[in-house]
Each structure stands twice: as structure tokens, then as C-alpha cells.
Nanobody
């Protein structure tokens, strides 16, 4: 599974961005993680392989929305009301294959494949 993330950039606080992740094969749970300078990589959002289950970190809940297009093999992260603390490199990831339709893991160790990351910078 090859992943390609895009859509990052420099925006002001309160602005929106839409990140996209293109995958060759997408019949897996897909997640977004981020890593800010000097910090550990952290979970942001996940969507189950059929899209029926989503989960978000508390810091982005209500502002970010993850979605999946299984026809185009793409996963999106719509980020609204961006804050300076959202500044990070954002990574999309594909989970290890799992037959459970509602499987939507939040831990990094559940993910087998990672994209190269896209930088999001939010100025105050």
C-alpha cells in the first residue's frame, strides 16, 4: 500500500484546510496522525474501512472531519477553525488488514503503512 498525502500549507488561525491521502489499496481503516516540533506523533482521526465508524482526538473533535472515497481510493481530513497548536506534520496511515467492518484503531502500532507527511502551519 503506497500512500501520498497532500494539501498542507500555511494558513492563519481560524482558516480551513483539506488534507488528502491517495492510496493504491484502501480496503483498510485509515488514520491521520500528526507530529509537532519536539513532540511525539499523536493520533488525530480514524475512519473504518467501509467508513461507518470514525473517531477523533479530543483536541480536534468538532473541528476536523475525516472522510473516505473508496471509489477514488482517497481519504480526506477537513480541518476547520485551525489553531496555532494544530501546527504539525500530518501523516496518513493505513491500518493492518482486519476483517471487522467497524475496526478503527487509534494506536500507532495498529498501522502498517505510512505516507510521507504534509506540513500544516497555522499562524496566530
Amino acid at each position: 500500500v503506497q500512500l501520498q498525502a497532500s494539501g498542507g500549507g500555511l494558513v492563519q488561525a481560524g482558516d480551513s484546510l483539506n488534507l488528502s491521502c491517495t492510496a493504491i489499496a484502501l480496503d483498510r481503516a485509515m488514520g491521520w496522525f500528526r507530529q509537532a516540533p519536539g513532540k511525539e506523533r499523536e493520533f488525530v482521526a480514524v475512519i473504518s474501512r467501509r467508513g461507518g465508524v470514525t473517531s477523533y482526538s479530543d483536541s480536534v473533535k468538532g473541528r476536523f472531519t475525516i472522510s473516505k472515497d473508496n471509489v477514488k481510493n482517497m481519504v480526506h481530513l477537513q480541518m476547520n477553525i485551525l489553531k496555532p497548536e494544530d501546527t504539525a506534520v500530518y501523516y496518513c496511515a493505513a491500518a493492518y488488514a482486519n476483517a471487522r467492518t467497524f475496526y478503527a484503531p487509534v494506536q500507532e502500532t495498529a498501522y502498517a503503512f505510512w505516507g510521507q507527511g504534509t506540513q500544516v502551519t497555522v499562524s496566530s
